[in-house]
């Protein structure tokens, strides 16, 4: 049974614009931690950004000022939108609930450790 569902990647050229979104059934999104993780090829999945269920960020340095993480308490959703994309940027996007971005964010979390499909991002002229 899926149970984060993202949407939004795509193909966008340098300096565009993407919004990834990961919607999450109730019982996994209240109260939870959310993140976006993104992992390229041979490489470990790493935290782009994360949110607490009362509004806490934190974003991985090189997307800060560009990426913002948001939640939608009413739709049971966290978004990522990226602004000012670069060809680093490309990657697979994973969205996560639970424990590892608990930890990632310095928090703690009873909650099971749940992932979504991955969606593509790829910048490119």
Avoid at 59 to 77: L, M, Q
Avoid at 107 to 124: A, H, K, P, R
């Amino acid at each position: 049974q899926v149970q984060l569902v993202e949407s939004g990647g795509g193909l966008v050229q340098p300096g565009g614009s993407l919004r990834l979104s990961c919607a999450a059934s109730r019982s996994i999104f209240t109260d939870n931690y959310m993140g976006w993780y993104r992992q390229a090829p041979g490489k470990e999945r790493e935290l782009v950004a994360g949110i607490a269920s009362g509004g806490r960020t934190k974003y991985a340095d090189s997307v800060k000022g560009r990426f913002t993480i948001s939640r939608d308490n009413t739709k049971n959703t966290v978004l990522l939108q990226m602004n000012n994309l670069k060809p680093e940027d490309t990657d697979v996007y994973y969205c996560n609930a639970g424990s590892t971005t608990a930890w990632a964010m310095g928090g703690f979390s009873m909650s099971l450790d749940y992932w979504g499909q991955g969606t593509q991002v790829t910048v490119s002229s």
